[in-house]
């Protein structure tokens, strides 16, 4: 193969990937960048099926290559890694990517990275492994599982059951479907006209599910009339009550501040965000809200907002494993060490909340994590360090959105299934076909 005869896709999936690798980015900011929307829409999408799908099985992609090394265990330059996981995704999981085009382009991938000697074991290894790739798509369960963290798997099993972890690491390996937000009637009609076919949401009457088409490129979409959000995230915000002035604790990117923008039209939003450069962000997108919503740079671990507030979303940073789906990255960075810090600033965070609400008021705790140090064990702290306050079930809340017509009546069902003993909504990946999340509902008393 000539130099510079790499696939655009190829070259962009690698570079994206290497980046990663070496820490210096997010694989969803770089699959944004003006270099990879300027692909045609073929390669931008293979492009981001090669990098997402690489992180997914990675760890599983690993296991297959180990064995076929000349030297299994040995320490492999980062190009070379890649190369190779890049290759062996598309052997052993597309099935639409001839093997000599999988192996080819890899080989020239550790060519052009300056490893030309390395070039020869790449194209052996790749080689061997297309041998027996048929073997490797009935394992599904198993290579799923394999993809996660051994400590992950088994702290999920125990938390979980085996059962629950298989399938929330099946859905961990899976593309999520595209949900939206309709903004208004009209929007669901357009979207149509313009070759978007839409589904029902699970949960959710204002949500809806892209079945085929792209979304993103449509008037609608440009406008802001319909915005792409999780229905698991949209479902925290609606849990959030009705109040003349509520708080958003770490609102960015928005999304949520406008859902109790929509749903409050008369109130006052106070949305916080502890850096510059998001809330500058986040800006920009509730720009068209105007004075009723205030964008305020703001720790909100440090607030001192006292009794201020009818309502309070308290949506924290957190680890973020109910959403490897979507971000398949988190399983290689995070470890079981990070759990406790993030747990102590949630504390913070919720405590700062309790107190910028008004008595009688109540706060929504959330995160899309499914780990107990984030979920319950922060609101059981923060229950023991703070007497004034009490937990409230969610299940009338439910029972509220679903009379108002914002939950759909199989949606409020499946949630009151959800709801652990003490009240708490438990959402597991894929539940609904949504993200995992923690929501749970605490009042202030005095």
Known sequence: MAMGALSAARKA???????????????????????????SAPDRN??????????????????????????PGAKLDPEIRIAL???ALQLLRMDRIPARAAIDESVELAKQAGHRFAAGMVNAV??????????????????????????????????????????????????????????????????????????PGGLLTAARVVAAGDMTRTAAFRAGRVRTQDEGSQLVAECVERGGTILDCCAAPGGKALILAERNPQARIVACEVSARRLAQMQRRLGGLGASVECRLADAAAMEDEAAHDAVLCDVPCSGTGTLGRNPEIRHRLRPKDLPRQAERQRAILLAALRAVKPGGRVVYST??????????VVRAV???????????????????????????????????????????RLTPGRFKQDGFFIALLERVV
């Not at 899309?368 to 064990?377: F, K, T, V």
């Not at 969610?394 to 299934?417: F, Y």
């Open 126 to 199: 790749l080689r061997r492994l297309a041998a027996e790739a048929w073997r490797d798509r009935d394992a599904d369960v198993s290579a799923a599982v394999e993809s996660h963290p051994a400590w992950m798997v088994e702290r999920w099993t125990a938390i979980y059951g085996a059962e629950t972890t298989q399938a929330i690491c099946l859905y961990g390996q899976c593309q999520p479907a595209a949900a939206i937000r309709l903004g208004d009637a009209d929007a669901e009609a357009e979207l149509m006209g313009e070759g978007v076919h839409l589904r």
């Open 368 to 377: 899309c994590s499914l780990e107990p140090e984030e979920n319950d064990e």
């Open 383 to 425: 229950m023991a360090d703070r007497v004034e306050a009490r937990t409230v079930s969610l299940s009338r809340r439910i029972g509220e959105l679903e009379s108002e017509g914002i939950l759909t009546g199989a949606g409020a069902a499946g949630l009151r299934d959800c709801l652990t003993e003490e009240g708490w909504l």
């Open 85 to 87: 996981r890049l290759g």
């Open 46 to 71: 293979l492009a981001t099926a090669l990098v997402m799908d690489v992180l997914r099985w990675q760890l599983h992609l690993d296991g297959k290559i180990q064995p076929l090394l000349k030297r």
């Open 13 to 39: 999936a690698f570079e994206i990937l290497l980046a990663v690798e070496r820490g210096r980015a997010h694989s969803d900011e770089l699959l944004r960048k003006r270099r990879v929307e300027a692909l």
